[in-house]
């Protein structure tokens, strides 16, 4: 992005009447935020136009003057928008080089900054942000999981091992595997969905730390914003200093991006595995995949290893977060201004990393000779085992045991646990019948699994199309 350097102009900071002297050309590098605020140009525009129909409102400003100062600031935006107007550092920030420009349009531009602080002002344009921000990563996230939804639809027979510890635990059906991701990003959606919700509060009228002397309408110009409840009525801050002070919403919108980046990372690590030759449940498209520069016959799943690297810098932006709020006095101070990169670094790497993870996994094939030869250990099924002897009358302890036993007796016979010698499994425990091997059989296994929240595969169907309905309409 350009920046323009023109303090030596004699362009004056609009705190500068006390001042004698300019600040050092080092200290404008080094306290502009510029260089990062000027992505909040069109809230801090809306934000202006509300406070300037509030200010004509109460009688403060004309009409003519607040139709001037909205049209002036409409200029502004679509010049900024054309590439036409190049912030100057001089001006530190978003705000104050909105204003200079506006006042440069319109002299009227001079009456805008009435009842208000750039503290409030700030506060405000960020919650505009984080409303728009949590509607955006909501809708990356339906759609993400639309495609999760559909890949458990079209691989509803496969059955694979389930794992814990990465060892084979249980056998479940690949959709009930994919079905969990889909509660993990679920999750995420709500969480997004109650930070947009708190966020719809408006801030406005707090002014720098106690409001202000003047009859401002806080009501007119929260409605103004769309800070409404349901029923429209306007939600405000109720007290000035906490208004001001307050970074909440920063550090929720970066824990949720932070859990959101852990569950991008743990399905991202799920794909990795399955893609593995050693897995080789899995293949991914050429499109998310990348070559090596030395190796020919390389084919490494890159997204999901960015994937699960990227998510470190969600970890990071909302540590740095905390610690930037930790033991600050209050209310505002200009450690604050730090406030603004992690986030937007957290809603840009989440925008980006949720289109990426939909665009992986919809050009994932599964392969459904790999999951069958594997899901066939019939080691899979030993817990199982041991419920036919539980239902058999059997205490769940002396059947573990006894499993344990032919688990034992099975690996040095070198035989498959379901090729014992019934003889041999009856010894063990006596409540064992001829028809013990149908454990085995992984249809069964599953069938008998059609309780809530289980891989089954009526419940499962039932999941399937329950939240197709919630993600495709
Ligand atoms: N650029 C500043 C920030 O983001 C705006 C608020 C400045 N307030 C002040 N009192 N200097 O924090």
Partial sequence: ???????????????????????????????????????????????????????????????????????????????????????????????????????KKTPAGARLHAARSRNDQVATDMRLFFKDACGQVAGRLRALLAVIVDLAEKYQDIVVPGYTHLQRAQPVSL?????????????????????????????????????????????FVAKELGFVDKKGKPQFTANSMDAVADRDLF???????????????????????????????????????TGSSLMPQK?????????????????????????LA??????????????????????????????????????????????????????????DLADYLVARGVPFRDAHHAIGALVGMAEEKAVPLNELPFAAVKKVNAAFAEDWTEVFDLKRALKLRERPGMPGPKQTAQQIRKLKKLYQG
């Fill in 1 to 103: 992005m350009a920046i323009g350097f023109m303090a030596k102009e004699k362009k004056q900071a609009t705190w500068g009447g006390r001042f004698k002297k300019g600040p050092a050309e080092l200290m404008l590098r080094f306290s502009e935020s510029i260089s990062f605020d000027w992505r909040l140009a069109p809230y801090d525009v809306q934000v202006s136009k509300a406070h300037a129909a509030m200010l004509a409102h109460i009688g403060l400003i004309s009409a003519k003057d607040r139709d001037a100062i909205r049209a002036g600031l409409d200029a502004v935006l679509a010049d900024i928008r054309a590439g036409k107007l190049v912030p100057d550092i001089a001006c530190e920030d978003v705000h104050m080089n909105i204003e200079q420009a506006l006042t």
């Fill in 299 to 323: 084919k490494n799943p890159d997204a999901l290893e960015l994937l699960r690297g990227k998510s470190a810098r969600l970890q990071g932006n909302l540590q740095t977060l905390l610690t």
């Fill in 251 to 289: 550090i929720e919108f970066a824990s949720a991006g932070a859990l959101c980046g852990v569950h991008l990372s743990r399905v991202s690590e799920d794909g990795i595995l399955w893609n593995s030759a050693e897995f080789g449940y899995v293949r991914f498209s050429d499109a998310f995949t």
């Fill in 175 to 219: 959709a009930h595997h994919l079905l969990a991701w889909e509660q993990m990003f679920g999750r995420d959606l709500e969480r997004f969905e109650e930070v947009a919700r708190r966020a719809n509060v408006c801030p406005l009228g707090s002014g720098a730390i106690a409001g202000s002397t003047l009859p401002i309408d806080r009501a």
């Fill in 326 to 383: 930790k033991g600050l006095p209050l209310t505002y101070n200009r450690d604050l201004q730090e406030d603004k990169p992690p986030v937007f670094d957290t809603f840009d790497t989440l925008m980006i990393s949720l289109d990426v993870l939909a665009g992986t996994l919809a050009g994932m094939t599964v392969r459904a000779d790999k999951c069958a030869a594997a899901v066939a250990d019939p080691l899979l099924l030993a817990t």
